[in-house]
């Protein structure tokens, strides 16, 4: 089977008894290596000192008086949040409760952005396990990195927006591409080649190098390949079987409940559920609409069950799609929480 998504930090990590991803002294000591954290030659000797303690024992409380005496502002910073970060990973005790608790309430999330899309780099790497379809896994990267999307003679190309934006300015590598394993060799020649059915294997020479572009148009395979990545994200998750298939457009008759892929299609299905007439060039945004359905509808609210839910992935403005896969976690409406 080829091996895929080494930088997600998966290959450090062990599934515990409940096929969850188990956080382990490797996979802290991973962020121990950050460029943001290992010493550097203008380094004082207390910051080598902790650094090298956190080395050998990742789980080891530091004082804040510890980080107090760090010489360097930007240091003591970084540590901060680190720590922070480490505590709430090693408190969960794996990284699908870490993510889960991370959007439990409305609370503002204290963890940076880098090191949330990196869990969930990490659990899908752990969800495709065993995966030979190439387009899935090209598909599932919406999940963490950010797309930018062109509309080109009828279709609707996702291509990686940091690569494309590396590519633009000349630069050879990016800070997401480089979460917590350091990249291998060089990453070489941008080619941003489109992916289908019948050159899709082309992305396991490539995979980690994000420089690939699919189509998700409705009838696309690679938007049904997308469809496969929700369903295991919600199995997952939630411990419910769902259904998820492409649709042209909303059976207003059946919708009554939505859950935005991405601040955009949230916004504008609240404002089409709410009666708001939107604008075209903004409705142009919506890139792809799904419904989704319950296998066993007595895990909806009572209220709901039986009723198909709408998704909906959308562009921004500046034509970049952020996808949100936390508001699978938090706004399917099911009838208990996780």
Not at 95 to 105: I, N, S, V, W
Not at 189 to 196: E, F, I, K, T
């Amino acid at each position: 089977m080829p091996d895929f998504w080494r930088s997600s930090g998966f290959h450090l990590l062990a599934r515990n008894a409940s096929g969850q991803l188990a956080v382990t002294d490797d996979f802290l000591r991973a962020y121990l290596l950050r460029p943001e954290i290992r010493p550097v030659e203008e380094s004082c000797a207390r910051e080598r000192a902790l650094h090298g303690a956190l080395i050998e024992s990742p789980r080891r409380a530091v004082a804040a008086g510890e980080i107090d005496a760090l010489v360097d502002g930007d240091a003591r910073d970084n540590y901060r949040v680190l720590l922070r970060f480490r505590d709430r990973l090693i408190a969960a005790g794996t990284l699908e409760a870490c993510y889960a608790d991370l959007f439990r309430d409305a609370a503002p999330i204290d963890v940076p952005p880098l090191f949330v899309d990196q869990l969930v780099h990490a659990i899908l790497r752990h969800l495709l396990e065993g995966c030979e379809d190439a387009l899935r896994v090209r598909a599932a990267e919406l999940f963490f990195r950010e797309q930018k999307a062109t509309l080109r003679d009828g279709q609707v190309l996702l291509a990686d927006a940091e690569t494309v934006a590396m590519h633009a300015s000349g630069e050879r590598y990016g800070g997401l591409g480089r979460l917590i394993v350091e990249a291998q060799g060089t990453l070489g020649r941008v080619d941003l080649d489109v992916l289908g059915p019948d050159n899709a294997d082309l992305y396991w020479s490539r995979e980690s190098r994000f420089d690939t572009v699919i189509p998700i148009q409705h009838g696309s395979a690679a938007l049904d390949a997308l469809c496969r990545v929700i369903e295991a994200w919600i199995g997952h998750f939630h411990g419910v079987r769902v259904e998820v298939g492409a649709v042209r457009a909303i059976d207003e008759a059946h919708w009554r409940w939505h859950v935005g892929l991405d601040a955009e299609s949230t916004a504008i299905l609240n404002a089409l559920w709410n009666g708001v007439e939107v604008e075209p060039g903004r409705m142009r945004r919506i890139l792809a609409l799904f419904r989704l359905t319950f296998g066993e509808p007595e895990v909806m609210r009572q209220d709901l069950r039986g009723a198909p839910v709408v998704l909906a992935l959308s562009m921004s403005e500046d034509e970049v799609v952020h996808m949100k896969p936390q508001n699978l976690l938090r706004n399917l409406p099911l009838a208990a929480a996780i």
